[in-house]
T-cell receptor, first 112, second 114 residues
Framework: NAGVTQTPKFRVLKTGQSMTLLCAQDMNHEYMYWYRQDPGMGLRLIHYSVGEGTTAKGEVPDGYNVSRLKKQNFLLGLESAAPSQTSVYFC???????????FGEGSRLTVL | QQQVKQSPQSLIVQKGGISIINCAYENTAFDYFPWYQQFPGKGPALLIAIRPDVSEKKEGRFTISFNKSAKQFSLHIMDSQPGDSATYFCAARRAGGGADGLTFGKGTHLIIQP
């Protein structure tokens, strides 16, 4: 979806390293989300934000931190990566009226 | 806890056949039930959605059937085509605006054989 851009698209980390995933939207919507997708597990919510300066925990928040300093950006950080965090991460933005989620194309993270 | 249960995990259908994917939910406070379609290497995209005040919604070859009393909903793909091969997720949103996002099922990997 051209409205939601994730960087980087691929990353390989060693255990204990840190990194930040960036999600940028040009849709001017308030609600933003980080999900992780693992085989057979579906999409699980990590953290979300209902507006600039606000964040909240989702279903699987442990080991992750987030920040929403600007309305258009939502950052997902891993302070000390673990192999269990190997996954595909998706950022999503919710349309204000329909409740539709618009997803980015994903960021594939491998932790060795 | 898994609030939305999806089955089957994988499904193979012949071209022209009907593909059926089922979901069941536990939380009666859900008020919006979408289906998402995901192709390899891409993010999920909304396919079709329904609200609990109707029992069926049809868009082209895709139909959602909704049974509020049974807390179940299903996706039917009529005249399935190879281009429909993808992973499908059902989801549900809590009433009240759903600021905490959607709760997804675990997904169904659908293969349409030519």
């Amino acid at each position: 979806n051209a409205g939601v851009t994730q960087t980087p698209k691929f990353r390989v980390l060693k255990t204990g390293q840190s990194m930040t995933l960036l999600c940028a939207q040009d849709m001017n919507h308030e609600y933003m989300y980080w999900y992780r997708q693992d085989p057979g597990m579906g999409l699980r919510l990590i953290h979300y934000s209902v507006g600039e300066g606000t964040t909240a925990k989702g279903e699987v928040p442990d080991g992750y931190n987030v920040s929403r300093l600007k309305k258009q950006n939502f950052l997902l950080g891993l302070e000390s990566a673990a192999p269990s965090q190997t996954s595909v991460y998706f950022c999503a933005v919710m349309g204000p009226n329909t409740g539709e989620l618009f997803f980015g194309e994903g960021s594939r993270l491998t932790v060795l | 806890q898994q609030q939305v249960k999806q089955s089957p995990q994988s499904l193979i259908v012949q071209k022209g056949g009907i593909s059926i994917i089922n979901c069941a939910y536990e939380n009666t406070a859900f008020d919006y039930f979408p289906w998402y379609q995901q192709f390899p290497g891409k993010g999920p995209a909304l396919l079709i959605a329904i609200r609990p005040d109707v029992s069926e919604k049809k868009e082209g070859r895709f139909t959602i059937s909704f049974n509020k009393s049974a807390k179940q909903f299903s996706l039917h793909i009529m005249d399935s085509q190879p281009g429909d091969s993808a992973t499908y997720f059902c989801a549900a949103r809590r009433a009240g605006g759903g600021a905490d996002g959607l709760t997804f099922g675990k997904g169904t990997h659908l293969i349409i054989q030519p």
